[in-house]
């Protein structure tokens, strides 16, 4: 009775901490996914700025502040993949059981998954991740 109620409260504690560690992961792949967007951004203003200054219709300090807001997208970007590699971690420990026969085999998969979610595969365009609504897991 009482037993079978802590049970069902931790199980429903589990299965929404893990749909929260899931959906914080989707987050950090898209937040990425707009920071490399975004230093994308910043390289091409760095381009028109040196070609802008090499013409002489822009001062030096345009190439600078260029610079500085490319290395501050970079920064944002590696960042921003920490944060999915914390993302990552937070899920893995809420989704390996111990108990199973081949824990190993559980990670395995997970980390595939996880993989191909944070290292999209650039198409034509802007590299979006390829999130499916249900990795499979039991």
Known sequence: AIADVQLAES?????RATRLAYLNLIIAVQSRNVSQQNLDVANAALRNSRARVQVGVAAPTDIVDAE????SNEEALILAE?????????LRQLI???ARPEPGAVIRAA????AA???????????EASVPQNPGWP
């Open 11 to 15: 199980i429903a504690q589990t299965e």
């Open 68 to 71: 500085a807001s490319v290395a």
């Open 82 to 90: 920490g944060t999915i590699d914390r993302a990552m971690d937070q």
């Open 96 to 98: 390996f059981d111990p």
């Open 111 to 114: 980390s595939a998954w996880f």
């Open 117 to 127: 979610i944070a290292n999209p595969r650039p198409g034509a365009g802007q590299p």
